[in-house]
């Protein structure tokens, strides 16, 4: 048995589909779907810091290390996956 993906509470196993269900419920689909345009949002700004970096573009303090970028953008890239899992069909 899984777990929801968005408020983790266990899912109850879906007989006949074979398909792994990753939301629990339709209201935790939409807020998902929420979160993928904030995580979407969040994405595209550290990839433009991260190009800053490539291009060798001064970079404000505040955005910390290149590799903490990289880091933050990778467990942003592992979350949206991870809601991403469960909107095809
Ligand atoms: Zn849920």
Same mark, same amino acid.
């Given at each position: 048995?899984?777990?929801?993906?968005?408020?983790? @509470?266990?899912?109850?196993?879906?007989?006949?589909?074979?398909?792994?269900?990753?939301?629990?419920?339709?209201?935790?689909?939409?807020?998902?779907?929420?979160e993928?345009?904030?995580?979407?949002?969040?994405?595209?700004?550290?990839?433009?810091?991260?190009?800053?970096?490539?291009?060798?573009?001064?970079?404000?303090?505040?955005?910390g290390?290149?590799?903490?970028?990289?880091?933050?953008?990778?467990? @942003?890239?592992?979350?949206?996956?991870?809601?991403?899992?469960?909107?095809?069909?």
């Amino acid at each position: 048995m899984g777990n929801c993906v968005k408020c983790k @509470q266990p899912i109850e196993e879906s007989k006949g589909t074979g398909r792994k269900k990753v939301y629990c419920s339709v209201a935790c689909r939409r807020a998902a779907e929420l979160e993928i345009r904030r995580i979407n949002e969040r994405i595209t700004g550290l990839e433009r810091i991260t190009e800053s970096y490539r291009l060798k573009i001064p970079v404000l303090d505040l955005y910390g290390k290149e590799e903490d970028v990289l880091a933050e953008l990778n467990r @942003q890239e592992i979350r949206l996956k991870e809601l991403l899992a469960g909107m095809d069909g």
